[in-house]
Each structure stands twice: as structure tokens, then as C-alpha cells.
């Protein structure tokens, strides 16, 4: 069992920033590529991030594209989401996810094994 805490969120103006953070805890967390997903009220969950195990490799939905960045610290179990210039579409609850897969950085919400209890990303206009 992997258990995953986010943390992070809030309310922020259009062109802000925040920095979600996302502790695991339980199995070896440096075993496992790691993700960040979102939720808007009404529609479905999407991908936003991935990071391999390493950290080495990233990869990225194309409307976060030089606005997130995708990090980890495998020393402190941690994965973090720094998102620039927030738009109030990127208003949705956002998860991270853990996957013990072969895939390097997998898309794929089924891919995910584990998922944190989410937290609120609020961006006004």
C-alpha cells in the first residue's frame, strides 16, 4: 500500500501561482512513476503530469505546457506540481497518483494504482 497526502491548494487570482506538494507514505516511493490528475465540477478526470521514477523523464498534457512543472524528491517521498500563470479553467480538484508499472511516465488514469483524497485548486478572474 502507497498512501498519498496532497496539500497546496487554495484560492488564487488568474495569473498566480501555486505549488501542490504530494507526501507518500507506505512502500518504496522512488519504485513508483508518479502523477498529478484533475477534476472539474461536471467533468471528467484528466491528466495533467507525469514523472518516472527517476525523475528524469516528465511528461505533459498540451494546455499546462510551459505553465506546470512536474518535480520530485525521492529523499523526502515527495512529488510537487509548481503551476504558473493559473487560468480560472485550471479551477478543478487535483490529485496525485502513484504507478507500478513498466510505463516511464504513464498517462493513463488506469495506469494508477494509488490516489491521494485530492485538494481544491480555485482561480479567480
Known amino acids: 500500500q502507497v498512501q498519498l497526502v496532497e496539500s497546496g491548494g487554495g484560492l488564487v487570482q488568474a495569473g498566480g501561482s501555486l505549488r501542490l506538494s504530494c507526501v507518500a507514505s507506505?512502500?518504496?516511493?522512488?519504485?513508483?512513476?508518479m502523477g498529478w490528475f484533475r477534476q472539474a465540477p461536471g467533468k471528467e478526470r484528466e491528466f495533467v503530469a507525469a514523472?518516472?521514477?527517476?525523475?528524469?523523464?516528465?511528461s505533459y498534457v498540451n494546455f499546462v505546457k510551459g505553465r506546470f512543472t512536474i518535480s520530485r524528491d525521492n529523499a523526502k517521498n515527495t512529488v510537487y506540481l509548481q503551476m504558473n500563470s493559473l487560468q480560472p479553467e485550471d479551477t478543478a480538484i487535483y490529485y496525485c497518483?502513484?504507478?507500478?508499472?513498466?510505463?516511464?511516465?504513464?498517462?493513463?488514469?488506469?495506469?494508477?494504482?494509488?490516489w491521494g483524497q485530492g485538494t481544491q485548486v480555485t482561480v479567480s478572474s
Open positions: 514523472i518516472s521514477w527517476s525523475g528524469g523523464t516528465t
Open positions: 497518483a502513484a504507478a507500478g508499472t513498466v510505463v516511464s511516465v504513464p498517462t493513463l488514469d488506469r495506469r494508477y494504482n494509488y
Open positions: 507506505g512502500r518504496t516511493f522512488r519504485n513508483y512513476a
